[in-house]
């Protein structure tokens, strides 16, 4: 089972395809521990879309990605 430091870092990502998400990064090494989408709907703001850094992993499908409220 994967621990996840209480305060793991946002991290917004972008596929190259026009999916924003974000990564939940570990704070100490940056390392993506794993990655979702907002909760509803709901977009990342323009301001997080751009500071988005493509994602060296991208998923599959994001619309599969976990949902969770930010």
Known sequence: MMLIPANFVFHPLHDGEGNYYVGHNCPHCGEILYRSRAAGDVELAD????????????????????????
């Open 47 to 70: 301001h997080a879309k751009d500071r988005a850094e493509l994602d060296p992993d991208p998923p599959a499908d994001p619309n599969q990605l976990s949902e969770i409220e930010l």
